[in-house]
C-alpha cells in the first residue's frame, strides 16, 4: 500500500514533516502503551503557520498503521483539505474541533477511553489528588457531561466551556481528552492521568480509608509541577526516551523510518 | 499434519471457501485477543445456500490452530457431516444449535466466557448501561438462566425462548453468546460486550456512585448504533484493521496464508 | 551446562523418560502460563513401579529451565537418591511428602500461589461454587490452616489429614496444592482452579449479589465433571493442546527436544 | 552512543566493574518485570571502599538503556564526581541520600511505585502481614508521611528518623524505598514487598474477612525469614536466576554483554 507515496508529500515543508513524525510517533505510542480501541479514536496537532489546519490519523486504520505519510490534513469541521487515498471521520473530529476552535495555546488533542480511565470517568466523585500522580492533577482538571455517543454540533460550544483553561477534560461515562502546548507535553500529561486512573482503581479495591493530603501539600504538588511543565526539555525527554523503547522492541515503525538507528542499545525483547 | 489436505477442499465453492477463511481468522482473533478458554467453546457460521449446515472449529485444538481446511461441516444436531479426520463435540454444538435453529437472520454465534464477562454474568444486575459501550447495548441484551454444565436436549427451547430477538444472551453464572448477521458484525459486537464487562468491573472496585445516564440519552446512544449496525462497512473496517494488525504480529495465520501481504506496513512485536 | 549430560540418563527406563518429559513439559507450561513464582515451589511425581521415588525440580532454576534430564530423583524424605549435579530442597518437598505419603491414588502433586488463589486462599470463606469453573469444584476441596512458611515434619499427619481424599488442598494465607492420578489430569484440575479464583476475584469487585446455584444444578455439575474426570482422554487431549500452543510460542522446550515439530502450525507471535 | 565509551572505564577496579554489572543488571530486571515508571526513579548501590561515593542512573535513560558503562558515580548530595556524558538529577537522588546517609549497613536503595505499591502506600492501614508473602515482612516495614513532590533537605532528616533501623519505608501517599545489605538481598526483598501489595490488592476486592494469623505463627515466619536472610546464597540464587531467565527472553542486555552465554538454556518466547 506504500509503493504510490502521494506527490503532496514532496511539498510538505521540513517543520511539517518533523510534525507529522512526532504525531506519528505519538500514534504509536499510544498503541504500544496498550492505551488505544481497536481503530477508533484520534489525536490532532496543529499545524504551525497555518489559519486552523489540523494533522488527524484517516478512518479505519490501527494506530501503529500511522505514517508520517497518511495523515490527513483537515479543517476545524474535520473534512479533509488535501488529496488523500483515506478518508476521514468528520464526526469523531468534533471532540478535537471544539478544543482547538477555542483554545489557541493547545497544540496536542489526544482522547482515550482505556479501562481505568473508563472506570474513574464513570463515577461522580471523579479522579482523586491523593496519591502521587493524582496529586500532580490537582487543578488541571475539567468535568463534561455525557449527551451521547455522537457529538451533534452544539455540543462544542459546551464542550468548550466546561474545559475553561484547564487541560485535561473528563469526559463523565466515556473517557477523558488531554490537551497541550506540544506533542510531548501532552504525551507525559496523558500518561500522569493514565497511571493516576490505575493507581486509584487499584486502590478503591482495597478496604479502608485513603490517607488525604493537606491542602498544604496540595499546593507544594501544583507549584512543583508548574514548574516541570515550563520546563520544555523534561516532557521532550520522556517522549524522546520512550519512543527509544518502542523503536528497540518494534524495530521501523513505518517503511524508510530513518530514526531507527535512535536506538540507544541493541536488546530485544 | 497438513500434508494429507482432504480432496474435499477442491470441491469447497468460491463462496464457501471465503466463509471459511473468514471465520478461521475469527478463531484466531479471539485467541490474539486473549479471550479463549484453551481448547473450549465454539465459534459457528451457517453455509450460505445450504439447508441447515455449519462451519465450527473441530475438538481438541486452539483457536490458533483453526485453518479455513480444519473446520468441519456439521448438522443442526452438531454431528459431522463431511468426511474429516478431526473429532466433532456435538454436546458443545447444542448451544449454538438452538440459536441457529430458532433465528435465519442469524449467520454467525460466537460463545466465550472471559474473566470480565464470568464475572458481570455471575451477578444478579447482568450489565450496566452508565458506560461508554454499556449504553451502546440499552436493549440488546437477553439473560438466561444456569441449567448445568452440559445442555440437555430440551434445554435448547427455552435458550431460544430466552433469547427473543436480541443479539447478546448473557448465559448466567457461565458468559455469554454474541449473534449477529455475519462474522464482522458479531466480531465487532463482541468486542463491544467484551469493553462493557471490563470497563464495568473496574469500575465496580471504585467506591462511590456512578453517573448514571439519563432515558433520553441512553435513545440517543442506541440510535447512534442502530445506524452503525446498518452500515456492514463499518463492522468490516474494524474487523479487517484488526486480522491486519494480528498479521504483523503473528505472520501467516496457516500454511499458505495468502493473505499474509495483506498487513499495511511492516511493524513488528 | 548441557553438555555434560550425567550417564545416569542412559539407565532410565523409556517410561521413566517418558514421564520425565512429561513432567518437564508441565513445569514450562507453568512457565507458560504465568503461575509460577520465580525459582519457589514443586511439582512432583510418583516414578511408576517405584517404592516412593519421585521426580522434582533441583532448587535454583526456574521452571522454563527443567528439562528431562535435571529433574531429580527424591525419596519422601525429600532427599536426592541418585546423583545430580544440582541440588534438591528437601524443605520445600514437605508438602509433597505429605500428600504423597498418604494418596496411593495420587501421581502427581503440583504447588502454586498465584495472585488469584493466594487472594481465594486468604478469604474466610475460601472458594465459591457458582462461577461456571467454581461449580465444577464442588465437594472436590479441602481446607488446611497456615502453620508457618516453613513446614515442621509433624504438620505432614495434619496436612494429610485435612486433604483426606479430595483432591485440592486450599492451604488458608498460602496458596494450592493439586493432585490427581496423572499429569495431565492434575494440569486440567490446576486450571479449573486458576480459572475459578481468576472469576471470583473480578466478580468480588462488582456490586451486588451473586446469582446463586441451586443444590440441584450443583450437583448435575458434580456429576458432569465425574464423567470427564473418568474419560482420561479428555485432560490429555487439554494437556498436549497446550504443550504444542507453547512449542508454537517458544520453540525447543530444551536442547534436543524431539517434540519441536509437534507444532501444529506455522503461526509465531 | 556507545562507540565513544569514556576512558574511566579502564581505570575501574574489577570490585567497582563487578558491582556496576551487577546493579546494571537490577535496572534491567525492574524493566523487565515492569516496576518501571518510564524514566523515573533510582536504584543506588554504595561504592565498596570508597568515602560516600554511590552508582546511580543518569537521568532521561529507561532502565533498559541502563548499562555498566553508563551509570554514573555521585556524592551524597547527587553531584557527579567523575567525568560523564550524561546528566545526573541530584534532587531525585535526596531519597537515597537520605537512606546511605543514615545506614552503613545498607549497600543498595531501591525505589519504586507501581500500581499495587501504590495502592497499598495510599491506605491509612498500609500492608497487612495475613498472607504468604506478607508474613515475611512482619517487623520489616516503616512509614513516612507525605510531604510533596520533591524532597526538600531538611526532609531527609525526617526520612532517616522514619526509617529507624527497618529495611522497607512505605513513602504513603507515593510508593516505597526498600534497602537490604547487597543488591541480590534488595532485589529479593522487593519482590517479596510487590507480591505482598498484588495480593493485598487483590484480595481487597473479594468480600468478606481474611483469615487472620495468630502472634505465634507470625513469630515463626519472622524467625523463617531472619534465616533466610543470613544465607547469602538463597538472595543470589533468586538474583541470577531470574537475571538468566532476562538474558534467555531479551538477549544481550548491553553491547559486549559478555553475561550472554549464561542463560542455562535456549527456550526463548
Known amino acids: 500500500m506504500h509503493d504510490a507515496i502521494p506527490d503532496t508529500v514532496a511539498t510538505h515543508t521540513d517543520r511539517e514533516w518533523d510534525l507529522r513524525v512526532q504525531l506519528a510517533e505519538f500514534y504509536h505510542l499510544v498503541d504500544f502503551l496498550g492505551w488505544s480501541e481497536m481503530i477508533f479514536n484520534h489525536i490532532s496537532a496543529r499545524l504551525p503557520g497555518s489559519k486552523g489546519h489540523y494533522l488527524v490519523n484517516p478512518f479505519g486504520l490501527y494506530y501503529d498503521e500511522i505514517t508520517p505519510d497518511n495523515l490527513v490534513k483537515v479543517d476545524l469541521s474535520g473534512n479533509i483539505i488535501e488529496a488523500s487515498r483515506y478518508p476521514a471521520n468528520p464526526a469523531g473530529f468534533a471532540l478535537h474541533a471544539a478544543i482547538h476552535g477555542a483554545r489557541d495555546d493547545v497544540h496536542c488533542v489526544v482522547h482515550t477511553h482505556t479501562t481505568a480511565v473508563s472506570a474513574i470517568a464513570l463515577k461522580q466523585a471523579g479522579f482523586g489528588h491523593d496519591d502521587f500522580y493524582g496529586a500532580q492533577l490537582v487543578g488541571r482538571i475539567a468535568y463534561h457531561p455525557f449527551e451521547g455517543i455522537t457529538i451533534f454540533p452544539d455540543e462544542k460550544a459546551r464542550m468548550a466551556a466546561s474545559l475553561g483553561d484547564k487541560h485535561v477534560l473528563v469526559l463523565r461515562n466515556h ?59 523534561f516532557a521532550t525527554s520522556l517522549f524522546d526516551a520512550t519512543v527509544r523503547k518502542m523503536r528497540r522492541k518494534r524495530g521501523a515503525l513505518w517503511p524508510r523510518d530513518t530514526n531507527l538507528e535512535n536506538r540507544e542499545q541493541t536488546s530485544e525483547d
Open 175 to 233: 473517557g477523558i481528552a488531554v490537551c497541550e502546548r506540544d506533542i510531548p507535553s501532552t504525551f507525559w500529561l496523558l500518561w500522569t492521568v493514565q497511571r493516576a486512573a490505575e493507581i486509584q482503581c487499584q486502590a478503591g479495591m482495597v478496604p479502608g480509608k485513603n490517607v488525604e493530603l493537606s491542602d498544604e501539600v496540595r499546593r507544594r504538588c501544583s507549584e512543583s509541577i508548574d514548574h516541570l511543565i515550563e520546563d520544555a526539555a
